[in-house]
Every structure is written in C-alpha cells, then in structure tokens.
C-alpha cells in the first residue's frame, strides 16, 4: 500500500528545487495552454482515444497541481483522481506511464527556455510521486481483475468436479458464494469510481442476499466452530465496504486504499468457507448413493485401508459383509424400475437399522449391499449377515401399495485380525466367493469364512 509521507520521503524534493518551482510558478502557468496541445498532439499521434468522447485525458486541475509548488495531501488526491481518470478513460498503466513520460519531457523544455537546473530536477521529483501513485492505482485495479480471474476459476473448477459425477453443480450452494463475490466487486468498484453502484449494494450484513442465505438454511452447513469468524467477517466486509464508499469522492484515497485491502482479507475468510460448503456437499455427493443414500462403494474403498488401520491399533476383528437381494431382476421385470427403487431404499433401511453404530453400510452397486463391522470376537460379521437375513426375510416390501413384496437376500461374509497378509482386492474376491457359494446353496442364507 502507498503512503504518502513515505513517498515524499523517498522522493526526496529538495528545498532549492522547491523554490525553484516556487519561483517560476507564474513562467509555468504561462505554458499552460502550450501544455495542452502538446498533450493532445501526442494522444493523436499514437492513436491513443477515450472509451467515451466525451472525457477528456486529461483533468483541468492536473497541470495546476504539478506545477504548484505545494505538494500535500491535496496533490496526492488529484495524482489519485487524475489516474483513475486515466483507467475510465481506458488507457493501460504501460500508456499511462507513456504519457507520463511525454510531460516530463515538457516540463524539462520549459526548464530549459530559463536555464534552471533545479527546476528540471524538482518538476522530475514531482512527476516521480505522480507516477508512483499511478502504479499504485493500476495496481489496485489488477489486483481486483486478479481476483475476479480467481472467482471464475473456482467455479469453472467446481463445475469441472460435478461434471465428473455427472452431476449439475448444487445451485443453491453456489448462489451464496456468486453473491458474495457480486457484492464485493461491486463495492470495490463504487469505491475505486468505476460506477455508483450505491443503490445496488445493500450495505447491512444482516439484509444482504448472504444473510438471507445464512437465516434460511446456510449456518446449518457451516462447521460451528467456524461460524464465529465467519459472521465476524462477513460483518466486516460490510462496514470497510460501506466506509470505502463513503471515500469514493476520493477526499482520501489512500484510506480506499487501506479499506479494501482489509475488505478482501476477511472476503477470503468468507469465500473459503462457502467454498469449502461445497466441497463438502460434493464429497457427500462424490461418496453417497444417489438412491439410498449410503455410503457408496467409493466411499468404501476410500474408508476401508482405515478401518484395518483402526482395527490393528486397537485390537480388533474387521468383518466384511455382501449382501446380494435374491431375483431382484424379476422384481424390475415384473414390476417395473420404480417399484425396484423402493425395494432398494427399503432394504438399505433395514441394514442400517440392523446394523451397529460402530458398522459402517455401503451400498455397493446394483441389489448388493456391504457392511464393515469391528469386533473383539471374530464372530461379529457372521452374526450381523444372519441378522440382516433375518429382517430381510419376514420384512413385507411396499405393503402399503397393490403389490406388497416378500424377499430374501443371501450373504457372503468374512472376519480377519490385522495385520492381514491379503491386500484388499483380495479380501474383496475371496468374500465376493462366499456370496456367490450362497447363492449356489439355494439363497437366503449366509456363507461365512474366518481368516487365519
């Protein structure tokens, strides 16, 4: 951030050159028109117009000030103004910084026609500041495109994540985030003097579209222990917002200056926990069984390695249930997909209910389900599948509709105690054998194996 008595200090402008320009301030006026038609011969000569006809290059005051021989706080406004003039205008910093090179060559031939040196050297050590400011305020501006790139990043790569899923990106969690990111573009953009956008931007933290989102369902996604810092910041953002604004007639630029760099900390506070919201929703998403729910068998191979790992620090048999339903394709053909889909979400209900908290139900594709159990005996997974077999078997599927259903599940099972010698795609085949032994049995039964 620039500081302006820092930047005098560096600048260092002389008491004799000082008086210089003191002394030759009437000579300088004199030149003021010959000033502007040098300015204006240049921008023709390199073809360099205005986004609008109707700005001028260059303010009125900006040659007064240069020249003026005082060079406070008020000269830093103009500097100030003059380049943000410059970006309405349209011209780039590298352009800017042309033309300010151009009047340092006009201000050196009018030191030149009195002979003064010091005079050269003092109107130098002005347009030194004028160009620091201008970097300054191209600076600025970059910084806010910067972040605008940034944005649509993050959601061209959200977009990206969902399309992997073949999933269309959770609308309702992205809105939150654009609207956050529209308000501060929007605030920065009143503040710099792009736009009035005053009547646009709702300056309560507690009206704005974010807070409604936040009333409606938002806090309730939002880890608890990070909501504190959240609505601290999201508030924050509102008042350096509101305060930036309030500077926009840029009576003091460099707190614009201060203001929005504090804004955009506490905006990264708030974008990353929104963006982390939707991370998170599209790792349920990424891990969960559209259908049912459960765990799917990402999840499950993602959890497993885990599990093993849990199991052998703490002494415990892992268990690995699959669950297949009996004929369900006859179920599909009879009665169609949709009352198939019922039977699925009513089965995955049960084995979550029959099963412990401690066990983990996945759905694993198609009619087959699976479930990770831990025990201190090795006896927990043979267990559990009889259980499931069980409630399965004198369940009554879609009793509430003309067809209600009665079914019957076979399940393959096995226990080890890590460590285990077989890498996992190994136990995965061994216990897929016992399911399809099951089915070879006559279904509706279980086929269990302990490890050595």
Not at 6 to 17: N, W
Not at 70 to 97: E, N, P
Request: with cysteine; aromatic share 10%; charged share 25%.
């Amino acid at each position: 951030m620039l500081n302006f008595q820092r930047l005098q200090e560096m600048v260092t402008l002389s008491s004799i050159e000082l008086l210089e320009i003191v002394d030759y301030h009437e000579f300088l006026q004199k030149n003021t028109h010959d000033f502007e038609s040098a300015i204006k011969t240049w921008l023709k000569k390199y073809n360099i117009k205005c986004d609008e006809d109707t700005l001028e290059v260059m303010l009125p005051e900006y040659f007064t000030t240069i020249i003026s021989g005082s060079y406070g706080y008020d000269f830093y406004v103009i500097q100030y103004r003059q380049a943000m003039h410059w970006r309405l205008c349209g011209l780039t910093q590298s352009k800017s910084l042309l033309l300010i090179s151009h009047i340092r060559k006009l201000l050196i031939l009018y030191s030149e026609k009195v002979a003064s040196h010091n005079l050269a050297k003092g109107l130098c050590h002005v347009l030194d500041m004028s160009q620091s400011i201008v970097a300054t305020v191209y600076q600025i501006s970059d910084e806010v495109e910067r972040m605008r790139f940034h944005a649509e990043n993050e959601l061209k790569r959200i977009k990206r994540s969902f399309g992997l899923l073949s999933m269309e990106p959770p609308q309702a969690l992205i809105q939150p985030f654009l609207d956050h990111l529209n308000w501060k573009f929007n605030a920065f953009s009143a503040a710099l003097g792009e736009r009035n956008f005053s009547d646009e931007i709702e300056i309560s933290h507690t009206k704005c579209r974010l807070a409604k989102w936040l009333a409606a369902e938002g806090e309730g996604l939002i880890p608890e222990k990070e909501l504190d810092k959240f609505h601290h910041s999201h508030k924050r953002i509102h008042q350096l917002g509101a305060l930036a604004i309030e500077h926009s007639d840029l009576k003091q630029p460099e707190k614009v200056v201060e203001l929005l760099n504090e804004m955009e900390v506490h905006s990264q506070v708030v974008s990353e926990t929104l963006l982390n919201v939707i991370e998170d929703e599209f790792i349920r998403l990424a891990t969960s069984d559209v259908l049912t729910g459960m765990p799917n068998k990402r999840s499950f191979e993602l959890e497993f390695s885990k599990n093993i790992a849990f199991a052998e620090r703490h002494n415990y048999w892992v268990g690995l249930v699959l669950i297949d339903v009996d004929y369900f394709k006859k179920v599909n053909d009879t009665y169609g997909h949709l009352i198939g889909d019922k039977v699925l979400k009513e089965i995955s209900e049960l084995i979550t209910e029959t099963a412990r908290t401690e066990e983990t139900t996945y759905r694993w594709g198609g009619e087959e389900f699976a479930v990770v159990t831990l025990d201190k005996q090795p006896g927990g997974a043979e267990s559990l599948a009889e259980r499931i077999r069980k409630a399965v078997e004198i369940h009554s599927f879609c009793a509430n509709s003309k067809h209600p259903l009665s079914l019957s599940v076979s399940c393959g099972s096995i226990c080890f105690k890590p460590p285990c010698k077989q890498p996992n795609h190994e136990l995965f085949a061994l216990v897929d054998k016992q399911l399809y032994e099951a089915k070879n049995a006559g279904r509706n039964c279980i086929v269990h194996k302990t490890l050595d």
